[in-house]
């Protein structure tokens, strides 16, 4: 198939008629550039949205409270809803097979200190699955597990950010810090995708708290993982039946949004996921008009080219071309100007996109654009296809006009 | 080499027809330099196009170099013109973005040459009709007699058995039309058949077989003074 006397015959064609080629090269790079464009924009949009989402664990589910808005059941409004180790056990046995990782929660606020070194930081108190919830990083040492917690013990996992405040570069695996008046062993340093904050909290177990400081059995959040074999549908659903489930438990009037709420994180999975995909559709949409644009501007051209050059075939024809040989060489010549400029097109798009890179992410939440490979190759598919029939349609009519009358035209 | 018997040709206008070539004999052996002479619409120009293949006659019978034609698709008329026969138009015909050494080899390139040597036989065909200088040249750098010259040198390359030329001379002032038809004489002289299709006399006078044409008719057919002084 690959005749170097042709491809010459194509390079002298396009490079003697500049002016054409370009301009049928044109309409592709441009669409084709929109298209590059477009795409990486909306994937820099679903990039910040799951950067936005990465803090915590995609099944998470966090069962919070706070004061009643509602009387019920002889109640007044403003009592203040309290959780305890029995909502708890509660919970993760009426629900264990819905359930994957499960943890309590007590928030607390504690000045930390190490030499002369103090600051006050959140202090979290949970189960070891907590880890998995929060998707903490270890960076050294080890999370809190199961007998920490059994045994009470004073053991605390601090944040990357915390080390480095009291520590600066020195090693902080194994000394202790004071904490309320307590002393506490570091036994781990995480770290975690969710920003500076998430990195100056420390985790203590549930139960030295408990113990500790108020020596009750309180908790101020349950923190679940949903089953991940549940679909996004019955994720949202167990969400919902949990939430009048505990409502129903602790007297609470089901429609009181503010006394007991539970912060599902398929819900947010469900919406993104409903959100992007329309978007895709749009964007897909748009690009694939744009594309069908650039062919139709080929295809255009290209009959204005043919009919250009009908003369010149009807010349070739009388010197022994075969129909089938000036075919050949239009579409080839189509092909080689599409697939050029839709690749320079496509080039140019993913060069911008870089530049743009993570600049846009503050103001227009557009993070890391970029397209696919798969995308690319689909376009260069597509670009190739339409460079063949816009080349061939008229290319054929041009052939097979006979070289009398081909040579008679202007 | 050409033998044409009871040609007959129409084309259709609207929904009457034109009819235009009515029954022509016509016998031309090989090394023959032969002129059609005949006001326009007197069909001569028809008649060489059914000869040149680009075009394809009604009725009546046609042989070329001995071959029957009838039913040719293109593929077949395009390895037939390209084997049998070299063409000079009135108004050369040549590739504007092609040089003269390029248009003369592309008749090579279709028949399948490999590119140093259509090169080399195409400037050995420039050489033969005084263009070598002018090889790296396009087209609208020479001068009319040049152009007509570059496409001789384009329609002999492939060695053709008949040269066909339609009003060769017809854009041509006098003294480029002489150098023009000592061109054509030349190449009759080395035993290629050259058939000329005219409406000057000074031109066909200088062939050695005159057909004149009218109405779609041959009226007359007669040797010339110059084949009789050969």
Known sequence: MFDLDRWREIFQSINKNRLRSVMSGFTVAFAILLFTLLFGIVSGLSNSFKSAFADDAQNAMFVRVWKTSKPYKGLQTGRRVQLKNSDYNYVTEEYASKIEYQSSRIYKNFSIKYKSEASSYTVMAVNPDHQFLEKTII????????????????VIVIGRLIKKDLFGERPALGKRVNM????????????DDGGDNEERKAF?????????YGNNDYISQIALGYNPDLSLDAAVAFGNQLE????????????????????NMAEANKGVGQFMGILYAIVILIGSGTLIAGIIGISNIMIFVIKERTKEFGIRKALGAKPSSIVAMVVQESI????????????????????IGNSLEEKYFIKDP??????????????????????????????NIKPIVALRAD | MIKIEKLHKSYPIGKDSLHVLKGIDLHIKEGEFVSIMGSSGSGKSTLLNIVGLLDV???????????????????????????????????????????ALENVALPLYYKGMNRKERLEVALDYLEKVGLKDWANHLPNELSGGQKQRVAIARALVTKPKVVLADEPTGALDSTTTDSVMDLLKDINDEGMTVFVITHEEEVAEQTKRIVRLKDGLIISDELTKASKAV
């Open chain 1, 180 to 191: 309320n008046g307590s002393s506490f062993l570091i036994i781990g340093i995480f770290s």
């Open chain 1, 139 to 154: 960076n050294e040492g080890r999370y809190l597990n199961e007998r920490d917690l059994r045994e009470a013990s004073k």
């Open chain 1, 244 to 263: 009048r489930d505990l409502r129903n438990k602790l007297n609470i009037h089901p429609d009181d949004q503010s006394a007991l709420s539970v912060r």
């Open chain 1, 204 to 212: 203590i177990p549930l139960s030295t708290a408990q113990r500790m």
């Open chain 1, 370 to 399: 970029s397209v696919s490979p798969g995308i690319v190759i689909g376009a260069t598919i597509v670009l190739i296809l339409s460079g063949l029939i816009a080349g061939y349609l008229p290319a054929k009519k041009a052939a």
């Open chain 2, 57 to 99: 006659h009604d009725e009546g019978t046609y042989y070329l170099n001995g071959q029957l034609i009838k039913d040719m698709n293109e593929k077949k008329a395009a390895l037939l013109r390209n084997k049998f026969l070299g063409f000079v138009f009135q108004s050369f015909n040549l590739i504007s973005y092609k040089t």
């Open chain 1, 336 to 355: 080689l100007i599409t697939a050029l400029a839709g690749y320079f097109g496509l080039s140019l798009g993913t060069y911008i996109l870089s530049l």
